[in-house]
């Protein structure tokens, strides 16, 4: 078993109502929910694989893919939409080549959508890692997109 | 208790120093709007400038005061004048003003926009005095954008946990008196009487209940929760505390979304705080009640926000609701009595306490006592956090406090994906819980998106419902499969595929999954699309019977045109186009073709930036197809 995943062990106790924190611990460690990752936790919490699946893909937070180096997650909250947020998603799916919660093969991207980032006075926004862009276009995105390697 | 009324003191004192400042102060509003809007260059940039000019004068990072339109505010409080307000501050403008007040010792009066006193200074208005927040009254969020959320001094200075230290000289009885005596009804959305819910989990037996603060704010459109926890987070806990108090819980757990990373940090460090000046653990203040607080972070999904979903979630299952009864407060948590309150009424509850339940129930009107926060968000002049009395018109809001709409008004949302879509004529509807129910909608958390002509009603429509319907746990028919049928009815009409007989099937629909519905969730998910049908019958007609969105907006709709005689043959268009679909000569007005155009507005956008070119490209309503 990989020390990192016992080290997030060591801070739960063997609940089962303890999944969740747990596996986001696993995803902010790994970037993902790996399958290997979901054997270890089900031995720890005595819970099987299936249900810690079922429980994992309920939430939208949790991933199973591996993730890309720069994080896209484009804001489709009400007050986004009004402003345009679904026509970038759709420049991003056609400019990466690659479709909404996918990563593009060169792992340069990957996309999401959320459904708010609580920003909805400066619609539209798009969010790259931790960075948030207020009042996006399709020209300015576009552009952006150029600074990330 | 004494140990805390001499930690007061100080506080006191220490505010003072603040009020009564001998070097300057900085403010900068860096709550999570703040910082999107370019907050935190502006700290970092202000630092190096103290440094580099060798200023004394401090920064303090205090939260959101609400005109988000106005985002990045700046502050500044010399000595001897009162705090005055800069707004919309960039790098540039931010050396401007830095220099012309912090260091020639006058404000640059061209950006600002108040001051903090109650009179004009310099010809610069009273900040609250101005024309969106004059009409507003702030008591959940009084705190919000004027102290450090992060020092529980400042909170302690504004009369912080006396509402607590109220309550624990009284029974919890009485506390559970006062609030019955306020009025005041839960501000998660259903509006239930807060001090019922809180009986029944007082009255029935158990060794260990719960106290949960629901911040599961899911609502796209809402960030009332995230701005009071990010700008006051000790007003929820202190109330968090009193109801914890008032039903015998000795466990307070904050449910809270995992994407307002911020507002956790946040909550984290008042906890500890209050730990450090004894205001948790056992015997708080020398009485008999013990309370310990603990954060639970939610991972993406709105269903989360109903009771039993949020419950179950925190035992670490799927967020499915249950039916009820029995009701949480009796058996919610680990089969444990349960009271789950909003963020909101809980941030409220101090003030009732310290105020008394008299005060309280002479704000607002009969039977919808108190204030509520909304987040005014959309196609509106003046966009942010605000919060009136229960009983203000949509028109003062929208018009008064948001400064009305730039295009002719369309309608506005209350309530989010399950709240309805008002027109026109319900803008003299006051807003309370039962005339918003009466139209078709919904008080709920409290987002209010306003639509001018340019937004679609059908789109719109559509869009909440897709929300909730991929939000649907998938538990019951009525709302998993229900709704995804009216999705894609909608679907259809958006594509100009629609026939008459839809609108029909769409009601039936839309009837049955809000009486057959499990959860509040399904119950209210057709709301979008009833209310827009009632109120909205002829753009549904329009798209069904001419194929025309009026709004442009539904792309299959409407198609994208270059006007020959604007057109100066720039270039531009032709080099954003990713399809090809623009061509032409230099300086000769280009064609499209609209059989490779995708309609990704890049050309529109350029045109339109582009001075010269002018408005060459529109889009608009494409004729009926045969």
Known sequence: MPVAIEGIFEKYQRRPDQLIPILQDVQKEFGYIAPESVRHISRYLRISENQIFGVSSFYAQFRFTTPGRHSIKVCLGTACHVRGGATLLEMLERELGIRCGETTPDKRFDLERVACLGCCALSPVVQIDADIYSRMTVNKLSELLKQYE | ????????????????????????????????????????????????????????????????????????????????????????????????????????????????????????????????????????????????????PEDIDHYLAKDGYQGLMNALQTSPEDVIGVVRQSGIRGRGGAGFPTFKKWTVCRNTPGEQKYLICNADEGDPGAFMNR???????????????????????????????????????????????????????????????????????????????????????????????????????????????????????????????????????????????????????????????????????????????????????????????????????????????????????????????????????????????????????????????????????LDRITHGEGVPEDLLTLRTLGDTIKKGALCGLGQTAPNPVLTTLRYFRNEYLEHIRDGRCRAVVCKDLIEYRVIKEKCTGCQSCVRVCPTGAISGPRSEPHNLDVTKCIKCRSCYEICRFEAIAGDAIVIRTAEKRS
Request: charged letters at 25%.
């Open chain 2, 1 to 148: 208790m004494n140990k805390l009324k001499k930690k007061i003191s100080e506080a006191k004192r220490k505010w003072e120093k603040i009020e009564d400042n001998k070097e300057p102060i900085i403010y900068v509003g860096a709550a999570s709007c703040g910082r999107a809007a370019g907050a935190l260059e502006l700290i970092t940039e202000t630092d190096r400038f103290i440094q580099e000019n060798n200023v004394s004068a401090r920064l303090i990072q205090v939260g959101c005061i609400g005109p988000c339109y106005l985002e990045p505010l700046v502050d500044i409080k010399m000595p001897g004048q009162p705090r005055i307000s800069y707004s919309n501050v960039n790098i540039g403008l931010l050396s401007k003003i830095l220099k012309s007040h912090l260091i020639e010792g006058t404000p640059f009066s061209k950006a600002a926009i108040g001051n903090f006193s109650n009179d004009t200074f310099m010809d610069i208005p009273p900040f609250f005095e101005l024309p969106m927040l004059k009409p507003q009254m702030r008591i959940v969020l009084r705190n919000c954008g004027l102290i450090d």
């Open chain 2, 227 to 489: 701005s009071l926890i990010e700008s006051d987070a000790h007003a929820v806990l202190e109330g968090m505390m009193i109801a914890g108090y008032a039903i015998g819980a000795s466990k307070g757990i904050i449910y809270i979304r995992a994407e307002y990373p911020l507002a956790i940090e946040r909550l984290k460090k008042a906890i500890n705080q209050m730990k450090e000046y004894g205001l948790l653990g056992k015997n708080i203040l020398g009485s008999r009640f013990s309370f310990d607080v603990s954060i639970k972070e939610g991972a993406g999904a709105f269903v989360c926000g109903e009771e039993t979903a949020l419950i179950a979630s925190i035992e670490g299952k799927r967020g499915a609701p249950r039916s009820r009864p029995p009701f949480p407060a009796i058996s919610g948590l680990f089969g444990c009595p349960t009271i789950i309150n909003n963020v909101e009424t809980l941030g409220t509850l101090p003030n009732i306490l310290r105020n008394g339940a008299d005060w309280y129930n002479r704000i607002g009107k009969e039977g919808n006592r108190g204030t509520k926060t909304f987040s005014l968000v959309g196609k509106i002049r003046r966009t942010g956090l605000i919060e009136v009395q229960l009983g203000t018109t949509l028109r003062e809001i929208i018009f008064d406090i948001g400064g009305g709409v730039q295009k002719p008004f369309k309608a506005i949302q209350t309530g989010g994906p399950s709240g309805g879509c008002l027109s026109e004529e319900f803008l003299d509807l006051a807003v309370d819980y039962e005339s918003l129910a009466s139209a078709g909608s919904i008080m709920g958390s409290g987002g209010l998106i306003i639509m001018d002509e340019d937004t679609c009603v059908v789109d719109v429509a559509k869009y909440f419902l897709d929300f909730t319907q991929k939000e649907s746990c998938g538990k019951c028919i009525p709302c998993r499969v229900g709704t995804r049928h009216m999705v894609e009815i």
